[in-house]
């Protein structure tokens, strides 16, 4: 399909572990998002990337948490020495452009930090 | 700062009644909004946006500046409508979007 892919689907950790999360946007967007999704909260922007580097990383709510995107296309998120706050679904997006095009979810990784 | 508020955080209608989620927002700027829609265990879908004045699946959204709102109305719920939306706000170079509504369409 020509979609946003997103893996794993699904991943649980123990506390304390690393995690990477990844996203694959439709080919030939230029704008690639991550936010998180989480009850209650709803959609929090972490990061914004346009081609290979991230205008915008205000979201990312502390240090363990960092991202990167190579060759304008894969981007990976890590959260480092999880916490049992960090599980949410972790959504990634992308659009054409980032001003005037609409964002393409993937499905999401759902994250659960035992 | 920028902000967008859905009061509702559940909105529950029977079959056939009307429907209408609210969306408030707060921008300094000249606001773009959309609706995202997240059907059952589906991806988050573009419902529509304020931009292209548009009605999709019978839904229409008008922008009002002076109340700063973008209210998301459907004259006659049908049970497929059941599913979380959200409302957002182009700030300018990503999305900001409220906490969403569940809409539950009762049979």
């Known amino acids: 399909g020509a979609g946003v892919s997103q893996s794993p689907s699904n991943k649980v950790t123990e506390k304390g572990k690393d995690v990477e999360l990844r996203c694959d946007p439709i080919s030939g967007h230029t704008a690639l998002y991550w936010y998180r999704q989480s009850l209650g909260q709803g959609l929090e922007f972490l990061i914004y990337?346009?081609?290979?580097?991230?205008?915008?990383k205000s979201g990312l709510p502390s240090d363990r948490f960092s991202a990167e995107r190579t060759g304008g296309s894969v981007s990976t998120l890590t959260i480092q020495r999880t916490q049992q706050e960090d599980s949410a679904v972790y959504l990634c997006?992308?659009?054409?452009?980032?001003?005037?095009?609409?964002?393409?979810f993937g499905n999401g990784t759902r994250l659960t930090v035992t | 700062a920028q902000r967008v508020t859905q009061p509702e955080k559940l909105l529950s209608v029977f079959k056939g009644a009307p429907v209408e989620l609210k969306c408030n927002y707060s921008y300094s700027g000249s606001p773009e909004l959309f609706w995202y829609v997240q059907y059952s265990r589906q991806r988050l879908q573009l419902l529509l946006r304020?931009?292209s004045r548009e009605s999709i699946k019978g839904f229409t959204a008008d922008l009002n500046k002076g109340e700063t709102s973008f209210h998301l109305k459907k004259p006659f719920a049908q049970e497929e409508d059941s599913a979380m939306y959200y409302c957002?706000?182009?700030?300018?170079?990503?999305?900001?979007f409220g906490k969403g509504t569940k809409l539950t369409v009762n049979p």
């Open positions: 304020h931009i």
């Open positions: 990337f346009q081609g290979n580097s991230a205008p915008d």
């Open positions: 957002a706000l182009r700030v300018p170079e990503k999305l900001v």
């Open positions: 997006a992308s659009s054409l452009g980032p001003y005037n095009s609409p964002l393409h």
